[in-house]
């Protein structure tokens, strides 16, 4: 981080210390609510929450009204989840004793049934209508309701599935082949074509449009190609066909929101944003105004507010904000309502706000409490689909015998939170925390560093400003941690990131780098560790470098065709990587001195076998773990330098590997990939809304 954006950091950790003093003093409720909030959520503590919640009631009730009615609230909520009948009592007082805060009682006789529930009043249907590994959160509904575009992982192609019949086609040709993929997709307002997100192999990606008239994959349209655009997600069609509204964000941090001809694929900038972007937008039926949502804040993931632009730049309206998660949803086939997602109740909910000219006309309305925040779009009748993410990637922790290859405790899961997207766990040196990276937000875009203390059991995020966070490894001190990535800027570089306070410092500028090729700090914290270069894709010209962090001076140690991702040895002496062979297949264990030296091949699979890039020491130094793959994922081999046959662990990873606690038993790992989307579509809830406006 520079010097600028630290000092700004400190002054909002100087804000936010004055405001919970000042919150202490005058709101004493306040505090005690979020703190019962926290166990609810955090610890998931919903009996010890609602004792806090009836202790904030019962002391603060008569003179802290709108704390305790917010108490009240999640009190009832608690219930709820707990399948308490106290629940709808403890809404009915809501409704009966605090009338005079009118959001919460609102809230109260939405959850009750009562005629302020668009949902209880009409002949609503939530039904689901796909699962799978293809159901994916970058894909997009077609105005009918009939079809889904969405990346076909596959083969690196975009996929077409019809919702009908059931049936897939692809409507790109072998992707993967080039080294090429696509990803998030706009269907048009009449069906017949589709936008999508190309990588095209050069390290950036560009906005193609494709026919979906043909049976058989027909010739892509290349619509937009910038060399300073490299990333962009095209999100709706105006209704004439003329434009595709897009996101793009630019090699220099920057990103924007704009409209891409469809005639002559020139870009009209409505506005720059920042580097996050939204999760969804999309135009009115007029094509007049575009919604969309923005963070409020660089550091936080999830706090979000929604906009409404003019598309001729007259006028911008602030529509939906509050202290949570409002996301965008979409409009109404009417254009009358906006419809957005929000957490203000604790749990996100759809919710609507009437719109007139791209301004808010009355206040925000619950329609459907529970409902995923990731919407792939609205059709023409009114129907709203959203996806929802079942299993997924998961940090666990387990104890083996390395001797005998055997494991002593089975695998328990070490997250508490976002359940299912969650990788790459490393131990602190000192064996008291655990740290991983948690994927956040639509398409898990945002990236937050979650410690768990072994000590107490709590897990803490660690809110960082980056745009991309590669996996995280812990530095000698046990107080900070080192990574590969990208600043809120978009700089690419080696970072040192506080532990307790989010707070970055470049390390080492490293322009056009890959994200995860894990940089690593000599046993002493003297030293750096790192690739320069897109080591990725083995460009010409990438080294492995040794950087003395005091004096910048740096060594080679060796170049492109070595390790991807070398793990130093706890006593700084070796490398250990996996090298591939001419097929880019990673076959072989290398050990590299540091000081120099030829490298010495210490393990190589048998034909048809392949290694995971990833591998680890163990902690007395006298071997590395790497994974094996397999049919169902990876399983962990343990590789002795003494020479003995190495001996396959009895547990089952992902490809990112596995780091050993330093007491030499204990292993954290990504579980192996189960992520399944569920498509579920919303139905008849416009009619019953239209009919209390």
């Known amino acids: 981080m520079t010097r600028r954006l630290f000092a700004v950091f400190l002054a909002v950790l100087a804000v936010v210390a004055m405001g919970l003093v000042r919150a202490q003093t005058s709101d004493p409720a306040a505090v005690l609510l979020e703190a019962a909030k926290q166990k609810a959520t955090l610890e998931g503590d919903l009996p010890g929450a609602i004792k806090q919640y009836q202790a904030i009631v019962s002391t603060y009730g ?31 007082r809501l ?9 919460g009682v609102a809230l109260a006789r939405a959850r009750l049934g009562t005629r302020e529930a668009p949902m209880a009043a009409s002949s609503a249907v939530h039904r689901k209508v796909w699962s799978g590994p293809e159901v994916y959160g970058e894909s997009h509904v077609s105005p009918d309701g009939r079809f889904v575009s969405y990346p076909a992982w596959e083969t690196g192609d975009l996929g077409w599935h019809d919702l009908t019949t059931g049936q897939d086609r692809l409507l790109t040709n072998n992707g993967y082949a080039r080294g090429e993929y696509a990803q998030g997709s706009a269907i048009s307002r009449d069906g017949r074509q589709v936008a999508y997100a190309w990588y095209n192999g050069t390290d950036r990606y560009e906005l193609r449009v494709v026919s979906t008239q043909s049976t058989s994959p027909s010739q892509p349209r290349r619509l937009y190609d910038n060399e300073d ?70 550091v936080d993931t999830n706090e979000r507010d929604v906009f409404a632009l003019a598309v001729d730049g007259s006028r911008e309206s602030h529509v939906v904000a509050s202290p949570g998660q409002d996301r965008f949803m979409g409009w109404s086939p009417d254009g009358r309502t906006l419809l957005f997602a929000s957490d203000r109740t604790g749990a996100l909910g759809l919710w609507s706000v009437s719109i007139r000219d791209g301004h808010a006309q009355d206040a925000p309305r ?17 129907a709203l689909y ?39 766990p490393d131990w602190s040196p000192d064996g008291k925390s655990i740290a991983y990276i948690s994927m956040r937000g639509v398409g898990g875009r945002d990236r937050v560093i979650v410690v768990r203390s072994l000590e107490t059991g709590r897990s803490r995020d660690v809110a960082v400003a980056m745009s991309y966070a590669g996996l995280v490894r812990w530095a000698p001190d046990s107080r900070s941690f080192v990574l590969k990535g990208s600043d809120a800027k978009g700089r690419e570089g080696v970072f040192q990131i506080d532990a307790q306070s989010g707070a970055l410092t470049e390390l080492v500028r490293i322009p056009g780098s890959s994200g995860n090729s894990l940089p690593a700090m000599s046993p002493d914290g003297t030293k750096l560790y790192f690739w320069t270069g897109n080591v990725l894709r083995g460009t010409p010209g990438s ?30 002496r070796q490398l250990a990587g996996v090298i591939a062979d001419d097929k880019r297949t990673p076959v072989a264990v290398v050990l590299i001195p540091v000081a120099g030296g030829e490298a010495k091949e210490l393990f190589r699979v048998r034909d048809g076998e392949a290694l995971s890039s990833y591998i680890a020491w163990t902690p007395d130094g006298r071997g590395v773990v790497v994974p094996v793959r397999g049919e169902g994922g990876f399983a962990p081999l343990f590789v002795p330098l003494s020479g003995e046959t190495p001996r396959k662990l009895d ?30 579509v919303l139905e008849n809830f416009l009619p019953a809304l239209t009919a209390t406006q």
């Open 229 to 298: 655009v490299d990333f962009l997600i095209p999100f709706d069609w105006s209704p004439n066909g003329t434009s595709v509204a897009t996101w793009l964000s630019r090699k220099d941090g920057t990103s924007q929101i704009g409209l891409v001809s469809t005639a002559d694929g020139s870009l009209q900038v409505l506005k720059s944003v920042g580097w996050r972007g939204p999760s969804r937008m999309s135009l009115s039926p007029d094509g007049r105004h575009l919604g969309f949502d923005l963070p409020t804040s660089d």
């Open 543 to 572: 080294r492995f470098l040794e950087r003395d962090l005091a004096s910048g001076h740096e060594r080679e140690l060796f170049g492109a065709g070595g390790p991807l991702y070398p793990d130093l040895s706890p006593d700084g």
């Open 62 to 92: 008569a003179t802290h009204r709108v704390s305790a009615a917010q108490a009240l609230l999640a009190m009832a909520e608690a219930y709820e989840r707990l399948g308490d009948p106290e629940a709808r009592v403890t809404y009915e």
């Open 366 to 382: 619950l329609i459907k409490a529970d409902i995923p925040a990731e919407t792939i779009g609205i059709t023409t009748s009114g």
């Open 651 to 680: 547990l089952e990873t992902s490809g990112t590997g596995l780091r050993i606690h330093p007491d030499g038993r204990q292993v954290a790992f990504t579980s192996p990939d189960s992520r399944e989307g569920e498509l579920w």
């Open 95 to 103: 409704v009966r004793e605090y009338a005079d805060q009118q959001t």
């Open 386 to 424: 959203t996806i929802a993410m079942i299993g997924g990637i998961d940090v666990q922790v387990a104890s083996m015998d390395f001797s005998a290859g055997a494991m002593v405790t089975p695998p328990k899961s070490a997250v508490q939170s976002f359940v299912g997207f969650n990788r790459g």
